[in-house]
């Protein structure tokens, strides 16, 4: 694909190498290589890039059931997906839309070059129905300002914050943050986590990451399972409660299973 403006082909970016991951189609030859180098050494079942794509895959599909959950089972058409890389392969609107056509949706991303591939991606969204922000997730009073001017929070809302609170080291601030995005919304909304699973033991894990964190810039904080059930502490959670993703409302058990990761759904009462 032709590369929009301001987005840097020659230079790989994470959420294009996520892309990729998905089997997706936005991202250039930067992207697979980095992708080829920096998980060469994945552990788990199938381990290196394949098996990062099951990891990858399974984060996605849970995603999709999360959304479908809330738009059939729950009523919610009202979508806020924070730290959202780019909107392809089953994102939040095409999960929604496969429920209810009158999903509205708003990405935020603090990435201007994540920003300026996704308005590329959604040029053909000119109902109004979908945006994409710039925004900062620890700025939650500009987020939610401008995000209002698609979404009404005096109707019920999903937070989605897939892939977010990982990147929030000290867990008050995450707490705190979190409540003050639950706070301006009305009681039955909802909010969604994922977040990288701690295993003190998983050294091969410990590795590889530690290797991403140079490769690609990102560092993320691992939580234990009660550690990330305490984020929904006030809330009424979704059953089956904090869970690994695949085991999060499977429909399908097939497959290797991918590395932890903790999926989390809670109603705001």
Not at 87 to 104: I, Q, S, Y
Request: hydrophobic content about 40%; some cysteine; proline content about 6%.
């Amino acid at each position: 694909m032709a590369a929009p403006p301001g987005v840097d082909p020659r230079t790989p970016h994470v959420p294009r190498v996520m892309d990729y991951l998905l089997g997706g189609e936005a991202h250039f030859e930067s992207d697979r290589q980095a992708a080829s180098f920096a998980f060469a050494d994945w552990p788990g079942q199938t381990g290196g890039v394949e098996g990062v794509k099951v990891d990858i895959k399974h984060a996605r599909d849970a995603l999709g059931r999360v959304v479908r959950h809330l738009a059939c089972d729950r009523g919610i058409i009202q979508f806020l997906d924070i730290a959202s890389g780019l909107p392809t392969m089953g994102n939040v609107h095409l999960a929604a839309r496969e429920v209810t056509a009158d999903a509205k949706v708003v990405y935020v991303d603090n990435d201007p070059r994540v920003v300026a591939h996704a308005e590329h991606l959604l040029a053909g969204e000119t109902d109004g129905s979908v945006a994409f922000l710039r925004g900062e997730f620890r700025e939650p009073e500009d987020v939610l300002g401008r995000a209002g001017q698609t979404l009404d929070f005096s109707r019920p809302v999903a937070l989605i914050l897939f892939g977010m609170l990982h990147f929030v080291e000290d867990f008050d601030e995450g707490v705190r943050l979190l409540g003050s995005y639950l706070d301006r919304m009305v009681p039955g909304s909802f909010v969604a986590v994922s977040h990288f699973a701690k295993d003190d033991e998983d050294t091969a894990m410990n590795a590889t990451l530690d290797a991403l964190d140079k490769q690609l810039g990102e560092a993320v904080i691992r939580r234990t399972k009660s550690e990330v059930a305490r984020f929904f502490d006030g809330l009424d959670q979704v059953e089956p409660g904090v869970v690994e993703t695949q085991n999060w409302r499977p429909t399908d058990t097939s497959g290797p299973e991918p590395l932890p990761m903790w999926v989390g759904v809670a109603r705001k009462r």
